[in-house]
């Protein structure tokens, strides 16, 4: 599965990109952000994650950013479970932040995520990332108010983190085109 957006080209993961996925997501700053889960530092490690069986409804891209020279790995961002709730996750690299990457990369993935027939995605993120509640926020997603506490190896120990959900309209009933059908046979072909 590929998305497009306005700057972004978000792909599946592809071996050439592993040690450049492993430098990003090893930077400092981007891996305490994470905080809930050991993080693969070599190429091996970030394998056995990637190859991973996936669930087709929970897809995970690498975020590339497309320029005049081709395209260049800035993140990743994925759906998976946590218990019930469907979570969104994502990091960008130390680099582009700022720049409405997250945000673009976030909206594209919700959209995505809706047309999947998702409901519900719940986002999850390290308390002191006002960044984070920033991107969020402004994608659609609301606080719920509740916080928790998850280790986060990077840290060193638990931390808190906030809980964030964006909710899908109810889908529209698509019922209502059949008299339309009936006057233009070629609006639904």
Same mark, same amino acid.
């Given at each position: 599965? =590929?998305?497009? &957006?306005?700057?972004?080209?978000?792909?599946? &993961?592809?071996?050439?990109? *592993? %040690?450049?996925?492993?430098? *990003?997501?090893?930077?400092?700053?981007?891996?305490?952000?994470?905080?809930?889960?050991?993080?693969?530092? &070599?190429?091996?490690?970030? #394998?056995?994650?990637?190859?991973?069986?996936?669930?087709?409804?929970?897809?995970?891209?690498?975020?590339?950013?497309?320029?005049?020279? !081709?395209?260049?790995?800035?993140?990743?961002?994925? *759906?998976?479970?946590?218990? %019930? %709730?469907?979570?969104?996750?994502?990091?960008? !690299?130390?680099?582009?932040? !700022?720049?409405?990457?997250?945000?673009?990369?976030?909206?594209?993935?919700?959209?995505?995520?809706?047309?999947?027939?998702?409901?519900?995605?719940?986002?999850?993120?390290?308390? %002191?990332?006002?960044?984070?509640?920033? +991107?969020? &926020?402004?994608?659609? =997603?609301?606080?719920?108010?509740?916080?928790?506490?998850?280790?986060?190896?990077?840290? !060193?120990?638990?931390?808190? +983190? #906030?809980?964030?959900?964006?909710?899908?309209?109810?889908?529209?009933?698509?019922?209502?085109?059949?008299?339309?059908?009936?006057?233009?046979?070629?609006?639904?072909?």
């Amino acid at each position: 599965m =590929f998305i497009r &957006t306005e700057r972004l080209f978000l792909r599946p &993961t592809w071996p050439d990109d *592993l %040690d450049e996925f492993v430098a *990003l997501l090893n930077q400092q700053e981007v891996a305490r952000n994470i905080g809930t889960k050991a993080l693969p530092d &070599t190429a091996e490690r970030a #394998m056995d994650v990637i190859a991973a069986p996936r669930d087709p409804l929970l897809p995970h891209f690498f975020i590339n950013l497309v320029s005049d020279d !081709g395209t260049r790995l800035i993140g990743s961002i994925g *759906l998976g479970r946590d218990g %019930d %709730d469907v979570e969104l996750g994502y990091w960008i !690299g130390r680099a582009y932040w !700022g720049h409405g990457y997250a945000s673009e990369a976030v909206e594209a993935v919700l959209n995505n995520a809706w047309m999947l027939g998702h409901k519900r995605i719940v986002a999850r993120h390290v308390a %002191d990332s006002e960044a984070t509640a920033h +991107v969020l &926020t402004k994608t659609g =997603f609301r606080s719920t108010g509740e916080t928790s506490r998850r280790f986060s190896e990077v840290r !060193g120990g638990k931390v808190e +983190v #906030m809980t964030f959900v964006a909710e899908r309209a109810a889908m529209p009933d698509l019922s209502d085109t059949a008299p339309l059908a009936k006057e233009n046979p070629n609006l639904l072909a």
